[in-house]
């Protein structure tokens, strides 16, 4: 009966330890699966403690700063994703060009969005239009920009009916054009995370071995091992 009373507080340090673990292996699965993820992309998951009142421990997708779900949801469930802010700002979804400049990840850097959004004349709308009707009519894409002092992206419609945003690169005479966003049609992924998986099997390699280990901890501390 005396060892009965230490069983929450070692089945609640057992399951937090288990979410841990899962933790770091669906970090590690993210790690393998996506080229150079940004270190946001990296720690994209949190981690909820159980207690000896409430024994539950889970490990989940943060949410957007804004509320909306994780970027990597698509990637576990499959589907189409969100439009990011930027998106949202232009118009449409859009795809990175080849040969456009980019930093470690492979990525535009925020600098370089906002110069877009300005240079394209968008930057001050709200990113906060969520409704497909709404949103093509306040962001409906025109060509323009590439003029005036400082400015150096353009949007420019292609002969498809979609556009592309160009960067002028080099002298005013004969710059150089690079294309840098391309519209696209709204991205469908496939599964590549293996979230749901790896947590159940951390879950049943790791949590009856951890609840031995933190019984026993628990009843020597106690002075009844």
């Known amino acids: ?6 069983i929450p507080i070692a089945t ?13 292996a669906v970090k590690a699965n993210i790690l393998q699966v996506f080229d150079r993820p940004t270190k946001f992309t990296q720690n994209a998951t949190r981690k909820t403690a159980a207690s000896k009142n409430n024994l539950t421990a889970s490990v989940f997708l943060k949410d957007m700063a804004d509320g909306s779900p994780h970027y990597l949801s698509p990637h576990i469930k499959g589907g189409k994703r969100q439009q990011k802010p930027s998106e949202i700002r232009l118009g449409d979804w ?34 906060g239009v969520q409704n ?12 323009g920009g590439g003029r005036g002092k400082g400015v ?28 840098t966003l391309v519209q696209t049609a709204r991205p469908q992924y496939r599964r590549r995370l293996r979230f749901y998986a790896i947590v159940r099997r951390v879950s049943r390699e790791q949590f009856s071995r951890l609840w031995a ?5 628990e009843l020597k501390k106690a002075g009844l091992r």
């Open 132 to 143: 497909t009707k709404l949103r093509s009519q306040a962001y409906a894409p025109r060509s």
């Open 213 to 217: 280990k933190q019984m026993n901890r």
């Open 12 to 24: 609640a340090k057992a399951l937090t330890f288990t979410a841990e673990r899962a933790q770091k």
């Open 94 to 127: 859009t795809v990175i060009g080849k040969n456009a400049k980019k930093n470690q990840f492979g990525n535009l850097t925020r600098a370089t969005y906002s110069k877009i959004l300005s240079d394209v004349q968008v930057y001050g709308y709200s990113s």
């Open 152 to 179: 150096k992206y353009f949007r420019k419609r292609n002969k498809s009916g979609g556009w592309t945003i160009y960067q002028k690169v080099g002298g005013k005479r004969a710059p150089k054009i690079i294309p």
């Open 1 to 6: 009966f005396a060892e009965k009373q230490y």
